[in-house]
C-alpha cells in the first residue's frame, strides 16, 4: 500500500502550487529527481462534487466536477508519489474528500499557509493558523478516517513560542509530517525565509519536517538544496518557485537550458490533454523575463494547445498524439465485451449500447427500470451525466436502491446514455429490459393484463407510462470534461 512505502525523510518534493502542479509538472519533477509531488491546492467543496472518473483513453483517473472541468488528473506513474492538497475549513467535508481520492494518492495534506484573503475568509489557509482547535478536528478526522497518511503545510507564527506550541498540538493529531514555510503570513514571497524558526521546529517534534521557502535567497541550483536543508536543519525541503521556474533544479546532473525544460512539459501537455490556459500560465513562468521575446508573445496569443505546440514546433507530436488517442478511443469502443461485468470504485459497469432497433416503438429501458422501482417500492431511478471533451460523448450513472449501474461505452447522445445505464442495471438486476424477444418476460405481460383490464390498447397504455415517466423523471445532469477549474487571478500561498 502506498502508506507503507511513503517517507518524508531525505526527500525533495515539489511543493503545492495553484495552477502550476497539475499532472504535466508533477510528472516532470519526478523525471528530474523529486521523490514527493504536491498537487496544487483543490478547495474540498468543489472537489465534494466531482466524480472520479477512470480516463482509459489517456489513463488517468480524473476527478470531474458538474461544470464540464477536470478539477484533479492523476495516472499510475505517481500513485505512490503524489500528496494531494486541499484547502478546508471544515472535518466532515475534508474527510469526504479525502475518501474520494484515497485510493488514487499516496497521501493527503491540509494547506495551513495561504494568507489570499479568498482563502481565508472561507476560514481556510493561514485562517486555521489561529484556530488550533479546528485545525486539530480536521486533521485528526483525517488520521483516523484513511488509511494513508495525513500530512499539514503551515506558516510560522509571530513568535517561536507560538510556533513551537502549534507545531506540537499538530504532532499530536497523528500526522505524518508537517511542511514549514518559513514565513510568518504577513510576510511576502521575496521577505528573507526564518530558517532559524524551521529549526527550532525540527528538533521540538519528532515526526519528519519539510523545510519551505528557501527559493529566492537560497535555491537556485540542485547544490543549494543542499545548503537550504543544512540551514533549516531538516532532513527534507520543499521547492516552489525554483522548481517553477526550472524543474531541473531537482536533477543532480546539473540545471537543464529552460527551454529543453518547456519542452519536456509541452510534451507531457500534449499527451494528457492539459487544460491549455493552464499550459500557457506555467510556460510564461518559465519564460520569466523571456515572456515578451517573440516566442513569450506566440505562446501569450494561444488559445489552444495545437496553437502552442506550434510555437514550440511540437506541432507533429501534437498530431501524432491526437491521432494515437483517437486510435484508442476507437480500439476501446470495438473491444468492450458485452456483458461483462467490471466494478469502476462502486459503480458495476458493463460495455452496452442502447441500440433503439432492438426496441418496440415507444418502449425503453428506462421505462423498465422505473417500473420495476416502482413495483419495488423503490426511490425512482437517479440519472447523473458526465461529458468528455475530446469527443463532446456522454456517459450516465444509474442510481437504485443505493447502487449505481454505468455503461463503459460513450454514447453521442444523452438519452441513449441513460438508455445504456438503464440497460446495464436491469441485466445486472436480471430484470427485462423491454427488448424485442422479451415479449413473454414478466413486466411485458403484467403491462398487457393492465392494459386489458383498462380497457386501453397496450401502446396506449405505453404511451401513458412514458408521459408519466417524462414527467417525473428527475435525471440530473452533471455534465463534466477535460479543463482546468476556474482560478483566482492571483497565486496564493
Ligand atoms: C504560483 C504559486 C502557487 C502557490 N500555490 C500554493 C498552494 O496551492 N498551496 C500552498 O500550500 N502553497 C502554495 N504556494 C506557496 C508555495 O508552496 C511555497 O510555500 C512558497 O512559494 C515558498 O516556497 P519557495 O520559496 O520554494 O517558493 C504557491 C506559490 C506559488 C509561487
Redesign the pocket.
Known sequence: MAASRLSFRNITAL??????GTLPMRLLALDYGADLVYC??LIDIKMAQCHRVVNEVLETVDFVAPDERVMFRTCEREKDRVVF?MGTSDPDRALTVARLVEKDVAAVDV?M??PKEYSTKGGMGAALLSDPDKIEAILKKLVTGLSIPVTC?IRILPSLEETLSLVQRIERTGVAAIAV?GRMKEER?RHPVHCDYIQAVAQAVSIPVIA?????DLVKTNGDIEEFRKAAGTSSVM????A?WNASVFSNQGPLPVETVMEEYLKYAIQYENNAFNTKYCLCQMLRDKVESPLGKQVQAAQTIAEISEAYRLQELYQQTQERLQARRDVLESSSQPDRLVMDGDVTTMAVKFERREYPPQITPKMFLLEWSRKEKLEQPLYEMVQRSQDRAFQSTVTIAGKKYRSSLWEKSKKFAEQAAAIVCLRVLGIPEGRIGEEDSGLVCKRKREAKMNGITEEEGIKKRHVAEQETDNSKMAAVANGDHHKPDT???
Do not use: D, I, T, Y
Open positions: 511543493a503545492p502550487m495553484v495552477r502550476v496544487e491546492e492538497q494547506n499557509g495561504c503545510k514555510h514571497p519551505n521557502g528557501g527559493s529566492l521547492l516552489a518557485r525554483a517553477m497565486p496564493p500561498e
